[in-house]
């Protein structure tokens, strides 16, 4: 043997280190995968819990809406028509009563005559409010031209409305919504923005329409999220997602606010 | 020649990562000290060979120090608190076992140390898988390097472990395996440089101006 020799002893022990090391570095490879996968599931878990919940809190908001609007018309048919009709009813027992002057009698029809006048008045305005006719007839741009015109007469407030695109008839159901987001957004801005002035915009951003609404109000902080959770932000939302659009706000206090929808 | 090349790639990461050395964390102190403890083991090893000294036995205090320093950057850069346990028992038991290992067999200073060599270069892997998964989800911090560290690891573990058996054969063979070893060197080292290009080149670009 020469003094190079290499025993076999030395031989075997590298065979077996490197069996070994060859052997733990595929297990660490093997752990790692398999915690990988666990926290890649984790994950995903987690993020769907988020969707769920966040579905839920719209389909709250949906409920919550509707029960409003329920009361806010039990209201104004309670208000605005039965106390009318309760008062005709009343009067027209008057009039079944017998000794009546002619001038009793005549006073008492003037009275059902403009009462029931005020009510069908009423009755229209409410229906009107639903769902405005021009809307059903002529399109989302003549509803919310018609929408600004009532606003601009009734509420001090100058709005500005620019319509670049052409509205498909067949999609008035996803208008309706825009419609109604448009509502909310008037709403809001004269009701806690205190607004003076709405510009209101529809374009063509890319074959996706884009309507852009800005008002000049006192604004709030976008950044806090408390103020995205109200009812109507909420119910705008679930509208916006139901169209599959998408929803850019921003607002600064004291800098009015903006928001700008794809639908 | 590329021996020669592997040396430049070695200084000039060692140059570029100095540069950002006070700017920036702890574990890129740390990191930058271990590319100075490749630097001195490399030169101490020149130095040794123009002597004409055998300079196997610094191959102890590359591993050991490559073990200690890496041990170190890997529990500064993990944040799991498992995982910060798991290197820091690492690291008390490899340095004993080490220290009993040298104590009862001293002649094994004068050659390749298997069980060295394997106990390093593994816990080291280890700890780099750890990296790897925190980085699933969060954010990629020195992820190249720790990409170069796991490939060399690998690799080079296996040539080191038969490191004594080609220091037997002649020199013509073993050669074969050095360079190798020499080519995995200039893989590893372009990972880093990589890492600086992508991550510090700007960052330290602003602190020269500054």
Known sequence: MSPKAISESEIIATAIFSCVSFLLMGLVLILFFYFSRKKITQKELEKRDLEIQHQKEQLHAIIVTQEEERKRIAQDLHDDISSKLNIVSLNTHLLSASELTEAETKEITENIISLTAKALENSRKIAHNLLPPVFEKFGLSAGVEELCAEFESSKSVKVDYKNEVTFDEKDIDRHLHVFRILQELMNNSIRHGKANEITISFSDENGIPTCNYADNGIGFDSKNAENQKGLGMKNIDSRISFLNGSIQISSEVNKGFTANFTF | ?210
Request: charged share 15%; glycine share 4%.
């Open chain 2, 1 to 210: 020649m590329l021996v020669n090349f592997g040396y430049f790639l070695l200084v000039l990461n060692f140059i570029l990562y100095a540069i950002g050395f006070f700017k920036n964390r702890k574990s890129y102190k740390i990191f930058t000290a271990y590319l100075l403890l490749i630097i001195t083991v490399e030169l101490t090893s020149y130095i040794l060979i123009k002597l004409h000294v055998s300079n196997l036995f610094m191959s102890h205090f590359y591993f050991i120090g490559q073990f200690i320093l890496l041990s170190f950057f890997y529990s500064n850069l993990i944040k799991d608190e498992f995982q910060k346990k798991t290197i820091k028992i690492g690291f008390v038991l490899v340095l004993l076992t080490l220290a009993i290992q040298y104590g009862v067999k001293s002649e094994l200073f004068l050659k390749f140390n298997l069980y060295e060599i394997f106990i390093t270069s593994f816990l080291l892997i280890i700890y780099a898988t750890f990296h790897f998964y925190n980085m699933l989800d969060g954010k990629k911090e020195f992820y190249f390097v720790n990409m170069g560290i796991l490939l060399y690891l690998f690799s080079s573990t296996i040539l080191f472990l038969i490191g004594n058996l080609t220091a037997k054969f002649s020199k013509d063979v073993s050669m074969i395996t050095w360079t190798v070893n020499v080519i995995l060197v200039i893989v590893y080292h372009l990972f880093f440089l990589y890492e600086w290009k992508v991550s510090y080149l700007k960052r330290n670009k602003a602190q020269i101006i500054d």
